[in-house]
């Protein structure tokens, strides 16, 4: 973290923007790490609660919500709707979807299909921006001053990354992570202790997808640009790996290997072009088979 | 837009749908492995046949190339990489997954990423019961319903059939019986990723071969297969008749985006109320 604080002072700006733009997908794979790494929800569709959050902020602080104008349209609601959206729609899904029983492969399929019909949903609704999506998103104001240098941003971005660190570090070492825990190793275990195994992980997921949303939202603001590849399929994809490669069941390693993986990507792939995605792709499978708990998370846990 | 040629049209998507969800149902049901590589086995067969195509031996030789080509490359996937994740049922989910997008980049290195199109190999029409039809497409139908058929005879009358069938059952006391699971698996996998390649092979001509065209194909044979059950080869066909049907219905009532959403909303919402399936019988989780 300290690293990263004092990075804005090298001086380079175009970096430091784009540090800002990974940091928030850091935020993202951390969000995941909780779902799948901690209580064992393996999601293909995390990007839609990425994409709802992002769409809700970008609707709100343009306006374009009927109803809503004056001071509603303040990024700040922005941010807390984003936030309230996604964990509404996750406690929906959830609530259909794991009193279902439904685990392990059928949950992936059915997210992932889920995630398709999302970024359908949202290439083909014109109000939102169809294809090309929407731009122009205001940046963030506090109390008139609006967070838009390329510094300030860069801190608001690492001190809320640093704030849902904490939040999900402390969720995990709680009781309720030790339930979560349980649940994970050993579902039919934990039901006979009495856990209503389906409540927690309803619960989860929709911090979990808040996560998501706040980093969505932050998205928006940060690129001041949303468009419906970030609902989609592909996104899904891209976080899984970040989280894989990291270390899924640790949120330092998570965050981390998002960040790298982003870092490598913009200085490799201009070398690389197309083999890049070929390589991750490659290198991912080699990870599950050698490195189940990822790069940075087998560094982390051994210490 | 004549009806019988959308029922038509319907019913070859069906059967092709079917072809994929059959090589996903035998992998998953015996392996219990989900082969998240599926499309894209689908997808190298497609490009074996715009290879053959290209080198300008034509359509058919890649017909009979493209299954044993990638069965010989989901052999090799098997050896390498799944068999090594056996005991760890998430990880062959993730691992198929990177192997997919591998994959995927590794055609779009070579062909590019843009959409490549074959000649038609059988361009004359067949006129019977007073419409007329493309006979290529009455040519995939006779391929898939073959196929299906001999798939089906396989596993329901030989020895092979009877020993995979057992594993599916209950695959430890398969073992104790002196089943070769290890073979088993080989086999089963190498079969399944043919079975992919042939169903990509047939489709190529009538579709533009595009690297994307794998998931196009994989999403509605996973669906399938879940709204059949995985339990029973059978429920491949219920499954792939309910998926393939609603999806040609609704694309020719409204459009086939609404078709899509459409359909993947009501098979998320079966899958919900019936985990098991629609033939599947409770028991087995």
């Known amino acids: 973290m300290l690293v990263f604080a004092l990075f804005p002072l090298t001086g380079n700006d175009y970096l430091t923007v784009q540090l800002t733009q990974y940091i928030v997908y850091g935020i993202f794979a951390m969000s995941l790490s909780l779902v799948w790494g901690y209580a064992g929800i393996l999601c293909f569709g995390h990007a839609i609660f990425f994409g709802i959050g992002a769409y809700v902020m970008a609707l709100i602080t343009k306006g374009m919500i009927p109803g809503f104008s004056g001071f509603i349209t303040s990024g700040w609601i922005g941010l807390l709707l984003a936030v309230g959206a996604a964990a509404f729609f996750a406690f929906f899904l959830g609530y259909f979807l794991f009193y279902g029983r439904l685990s392990g492969p059928y949950l992936g399929i059915v997210t992932l299909a889920l995630s398709v019909i999302a970024e359908r949903v949202a290439v083909n609704w014109y109000y939102i921006g169809g294809f090309n999506g929407l731009t122009e998103i205001p940046a963030l104001a506090f109390f008139g001053w609006e967070i838009r240098g390329i510094r300030i941003l860069f801190y608001f971005v690492l001190a809320v990354a640093l704030c849902v660190y904490l939040l999900c570090d402390w969720l995990a070492r709680s009781p309720f992570g030790t339930i979560l825990a349980a649940i994970r190793d050993n579902e039919t275990r934990a039901e006979f202790f009495g856990f209503n195994s389906a409540n927690y992980k309803i619960a989860t997921f929709s911090i979990g997808a808040s996560v998501a949303g706040l980093a969505g939202a932050l998205f928006a603001t940060v690129t001041e640009f949303v468009s419906p590849t970030i609902l989609g399929f592909g996104f899904s994809t891209e976080v899984l790996i970040w989280v894989a490669l990291g270390g899924k069941e640790v949120l330092v390693a998570s965050f981390l290997g998002a960040v790298v993986v982003r870092m490598l990507e913009a200085f490799l792939s201009d070398i690389l072009a197309y083999y890049w995605i070929m390589i991750l792709g490659v290198f991912f499978v080699v990870c599950v088979m050698f490195f189940p708990r990822g790069i940075f998370g087998s560094l982390l846990s051994e210490r | ?285």
């Open chain 2, 1 to 285: 837009m004549d009806f019988s040629i959308q029922i038509l049209n319907g019913l070859n998507y069906i059967l092709v749908l079917i072809l994929v969800a059959m090589g996903l149902v035998i992998i998953f049901g015996l392996m219990r492995v989900i082969n998240m590589a599926h499309g894209e086995f689908f997808l190298l067969g497609a490009y074996t046949v715009v290879m053959t195509d290209h080198a300008g031996l034509g359509f058919w030789p890649g017909l009979f190339i493209a299954p044993v080509v990638v069965g010989i490359i989901g052999m090799i996937i098997e050896y390498l990489c799944i068999r090594h994740l056996y005991q760890r049922f998430l990880d062959t989910i993730l691992a198929t997954w990177g192997l997919s997008i591998a994959i995927k980049q590794l055609v779009i290195v070579i062909f590019g990423p843009a959409g490549l199109m074959i000649k038609p190999p059988l361009p004359q029409l067949v006129s019977f019961m007073g419409i007329e039809y493309p006979a290529y497409r009455l040519f995939i139908m006779a391929v898939a319903l073959m196929t299906i058929g001999l798939t089906f005879y396989v596993f329901l009358r030989t020895d092979f059939g009877l020993g995979a069938r057992a594993v599916i059952a209950n695959r430890d006391m398969a073992a104790v019986l002196g089943i070769n699971t290890r073979k088993m698996y080989r086999t089963t996998f190498t079969f399944g990723s043919a079975l992919a390649g042939l169903a990509g092979a047939v489709m190529a001509p009538l579709m533009s071969c595009d690297p994307q065209m794998g998931l196009g194909f994989f999403i509605p044979a996973f669906l399938a297969i879940l709204v059949g059950g995985t339990g029973t080869l059978a429920g491949v066909l219920v499954g792939g008749g309910a998926v393939g049907g609603a999806d040609s219905l609704i694309s020719f009532i409204y459009s086939p985006v609404i078709s899509q959403i459409v359909v993947f909303s009501l098979v998320i919402i079966v899958i919900r109320i019936r985990p098991q399936g629609l033939l599947g019988s409770r028991g087995r989780g």
